[in-house]
Nanobody, 115 residues
Framework: QVQLVESGGGLVQAGGSLRLSCAAS????????TLWYRQAPGLQRELVAG???????SYVDSVKGRFTISRDNAKNTVYLQMNSLKTEDTAVYYC?????????WGQGTQVTVSS
């Protein structure tokens, strides 16, 4: 059974930085991609960033140049470095490991950016 544990969320002032982590435990095979989503109150869940098994990355336009997704394969951990945070980045952030067998979600971590 694969479990994902997220950490790193919190309260930060606009312009500040946070680094989110998502560690996977259990047997994980045939990984296709690892993704970060976010969901703000009253809004749909939004795909923020992704990294494929080959290392290719992609970002939603609103975070390009500010967020960086990375992965440590030895630790089965994916990171989201968030710089120059804005109030509109406030949301619950979720990680997702997508494999051929299925998708695994983290429990979510709250990121709050104050003005």
């Amino acid at each position: 059974q694969v479990q994902l544990v997220e950490s790193g969320g919190g309260l930060v002032q606009a312009g500040g930085s946070l680094r989110l982590s998502c560690a996977a435990s259990g047997r994980l095979f045939n990984l296709i991609a690892t993704l970060w989503y976010r969901q703000a109150p009253g809004l749909q869940r939004e795909l923020v960033a992704g990294i494929t098994s080959g290392g290719g990355t992609s970002y939603v336009d609103s975070v390009k140049g500010r967020f960086t997704i990375s992965r440590d394969n030895a630790k089965n951990t994916v990171y989201l470095q968030m710089n120059s945070l804005k109030t509109e980045d406030t949301a619950v952030y979720y990680c997702k490991f997508q494999s051929i067998e299925g998708a695994y979600w983290g429990q979510g971590t709250q990121v709050t950016v104050s003005s």
